[in-house]
Every structure is written in structure tokens, then in C-alpha cells.
């Protein structure tokens, strides 16, 4: 069964057919409802693949990210995928491993695959040079936009790409300040990757400290467990530790874990604080302070660019929301409590 004989037996052009299938606004509605009537009997179901082809567009948009069990990455996924599903897209989504560097053959699988459009999340995905290039040369394909990373700056004006970030400059900031401000002297800041989002976040750490004239310390783990060793690494070449940032809630989950399970630790005051917000904060003990990345609204805001590119209407080449401190007992009280 095809277009043309839903056509003949309907008793309409195959032109007509297509208007009614696109909701064209010039079918009489007896027309249209006789048609409709044929499609339903027949169990008819367009050929996608070959509408794209006719069209040059699938409606589909590709998403490529970086350790999907993340739940930072798993919540812009999601907030992506429910937007575009209402919108009429379908997602093709794919990943690569931190570490890889295979950014160039993912995101041309994604081309392959004839996306409209592709958006990246993660800073992971942000170019220092133009040395190796993978964003500029996707982006003379299909549009490109970075979800919490900027533009690169050798990237023209006039180029497809996009972005939409949190200041993550000012989550440092503010979350070292508020750690000073409460009385914390000796701050480390323990961080799982060299992205931009965790450089930005060290540079607002270091700028808070400079006001406070104190030093940073730094320590790099990957994930809950290492934040739980990390931290007893730490102490014992800092014992004066009062407080401390992560660059993570789980890298603060761990830290919280590791200052309870040690004996000499747990009658000190260790404020800390965590990045993201994502439901760990709300299931630690003591519940964690955290600042709150806004990543739901920075994927909407992706998706929204991503749709007016795709319609041919104007959209913002940037976009750059302020985060916000969320205080509770982990800064605040001391935690034997």
C-alpha cells in the first residue's frame, strides 16, 4: 500500500493525500475525512525514511553526551527527549567514554544517520584549539548545540553553532564564599575531570579564596569511592581541613562518607559542599549543600534553540544562566549531627 492507492481509492489526487497527511489547510473537510477513512482501513503507515529523503529532513535530532549513567547527563537527556517528543522529533542518541578520543567519528556516525540537527552535552566536548577540529566541520553539515559549554572562539560568527551554559565560574564562587564566610580556613577542592566546567569552577574557588587571602589545595578523584579516600589523603597532609568543594555531589557524598567512617574525624566540624543538585544531596547524612547547575533549564533552552534553528527562525548564539546555592546541614552543622 502507498500514497497512490490510498489515492484511487479515495478518489483524490495523490497530492491531496499528502495535504491531508501534513494537515494541509486546503482539503474539504468531507475530503479529508474520506481519506482519513481509507488511511485507517488500510492500516496505512508513511515511509518515513523516504519522506526524509524527499524532504532533506527526518525530524530527527542526534544527541551524543559522555557517561550516560551520570545523573547530571541523565536529566538533560531526559529534559531533551520529552521536549523534542512533543515537538514532533525523534532522538538518536550515542556516547563516548571519557578518555576517548573519538569525538570526530561519533559526531559523523550522527551525520550519518541524517539528524537535522545535533546537541552535546558536556563540557568534555569543548575545543582548546583548532589543532584537531571536530565542532567546525559537523557544524557545515547539520547545526550543532553545546549544552554547559561555550563556543570555541576560533569558531566564526556566522557558523552553526550554539551554545547554552552555567556560570560555573560563580558556583565556585559562590560556594567557597559561603564556606568562608562561615568560618572555613582550609578549603580543598577535589574535582573528577580537567573540563572547562571544572577549570570554571576552579577559578571562582580561587578567586573566593584570594578575597580571603587563603591558598587552594587540589585533589583529583573520579567518583564516590575515591572522594571517600580522597579526602583521608588530604587530611592527613592538611589536618586543619575545615571545609571543603567538590566538583561533584558524588565526589561530596564520598567525602562525607569517608569523614564519618574515620574515627580521629568524627568529632571535627568539616563543612562541605557538592556541585549539580541531582538527588544525591537530598539522601546523604547530613543532607548535602549543594550548587544547583540549573540543568533543566539549560537543556530546555538547548532544545528550544535547537527548534528555531530547524524552523529557519532567529535563536541566540549563546545563552549563560547563574547557578544557585542550596544550604543545608553539610555546611552549616557540624557532622556528628
Known amino acids: 500500500m502507498n500514497i497512490y492507492e490510498i489515492a484511487k481509492q479515495a478518489g483524490v489526487s495523490a497530492a491531496t493525500v499528502s495535504r491531508v497527511m501534513n494537515h494541509g489547510d486546503l482539503v474539504a473537510e468531507k475530503t479529508r475525512e474520506r481519506v482519513q477513512k481509507v488511511i485507517r482501513e488500510q492500516e496505512y503507515h508513511p515511509n518515513v525514511f523516504a519522506k526524509g529523503l524527499a524532504g532533506n529532513s527526518f525530524n530527527t535530532i542526534g544527541i551524543l553526551t559522555t557517561n550516560i549513567r551520570d545523573l547530571y547527563f541523565a536529566s ?64 557545515e553539515k547539520v547545526p550543532v548545540v ?10 566564526p560568527e556566522d557558523a552553526r553553532v550554539y551554545s547554552v551554559e552555567c556560570d560555573d565560574e560563580y558556583g565556585g564562587y559562590i560556594a567557597t564564599k559561603h564556606l568562608l564566610e562561615e568560618g572555613c580556613r582550609v578549603i580543598p577542592y577535589i574535582y573528577d575531570v580537567d573540563t572547562l566546567s571544572s577549570r570554571n569552577k576552579r577559578h571562582g574557588y580561587l578567586r573566593a579564596l584570594k578575597e580571603y587571602g587563603r591558598k587552594g589545595i587540589f585533589q583529583k578523584a573520579k567518583d564516590v569511592y575515591e572522594g571517600e579516600t580522597a579526602i583521608r589523603r588530604i587530611l592527613k597532609k592538611h589536618p586543619d581541613i575545615d571545609g571543603v568543594f567538590c566538583s561533584e555531589d558524588s565526589l ?8 564519618r567512617k574515620d574515627p580521629s574525624e568524627r568529632e571535627r566540624f568539616v563543612r562541605v559542599i557538592g556541585y549539580n543538585d541531582i538527588l544525591i544531596p537530598q539522601i546523604t547524612v547530613p543532607e548535602l549543600s549543594s550548587v544547583n547547575g540549573k540543568v533543566n533549564q539549560l537543556s530546555e533552552r538547548a532544545f528550544e534553540i535547537m527548534n528555531c534553528i530547524l524552523k ?4 541566540d548564539r549563546s545563552y549563560v544562566i547563574k547557578p544557585e546555592l542550596v544550604v543545608r546541614e553539610s555546611s552549616c552543622k557540624n557532622l556528628k549531627s
Open 252 to 259: 561530596a557524598a564520598g567525602v562525607l562518607k569517608g569523614i
Open 76 to 139: 538533560a537527556i531526559y529534559t531533551i527527549v520529552r521536549y523534542a517528543k512533543q515537538s514532533g522529533y525523534d532522538i538518536i542518541l550515542s556516547h563516548i567514554r571519557e578518555g576517548e578520543d573519538d569525538k570526530a567519528e561519533a559526531l559523523q556516525m550522527l551525520v550519518d544517520k541524517r539528524v537535522d540537527g545535533i546537541i552535546l552535552i558536556g563540557s568534555l566536548f569543548h575545543e582548546e584549539s583548532e589543532d584537531h577540529p571536530f565542532i567546525l566541520p559537523t557544524s
Open 146 to 155: 553545546m549544552l554547559n559549554s561555550s563556543v570555541p572562539e576560533y569558531i
Open 312 to 315: 529557519e527562525e532567529p535563536a
